[in-house]
């Protein structure tokens, strides 16, 4: 019986697009205060302490895991929503400009340095506001 439960949970899930799937996360993480994060081999850096809303972590030269937010449109929110469908090709062209609608949001989460740079770089030129967190 458990299971049925769990398998109908799966199947709602999978029907969910990429920005709903965005929000479930966080609203799990706020309501059970856990958070969402890939594994991490120990010797890959410094650990991640937990952060209180507010609190802005600056890239460190020894960070190694950056999320990219973007924080601001801009006044080209066309060219803003093409680089970042090119940056997350899996994002429908409705879902890219629901998330620029709605900043500040998490364009990507836990990509390495390059990955990072590349994609603030790409949404810079589009005119928007981004940071590395």
Known sequence: MAENKVNKLIEEIEK????????????????????AVAP??????????????????????????FNVVL????????????????????????????LVESTPKEVLTGVNKKTAEEAKEKLTKAGATVELK
């Open 16 to 35: 969910l697009s990429v920005l709903e799937l965005s929000d479930l996360v966080k609203a799990l993480e706020e309501k059970f205060g856990v958070t």
């Open 40 to 65: 991490v081999p120990a010797a890959a850096g410094p650990a991640l302490t937990p952060q209180t809303p507010g609190q802005e972590e600056k890239p460190e030269e020894g960070q190694t895991v």
């Open 71 to 98: 924080t601001a449109a801009g006044a080209t929110k066309i060219q803003v929503i093409k680089a970042l469908r090119e940056i997350v090709p899996t994002l429908g062209l409705q879902e890219a400009k629901t």
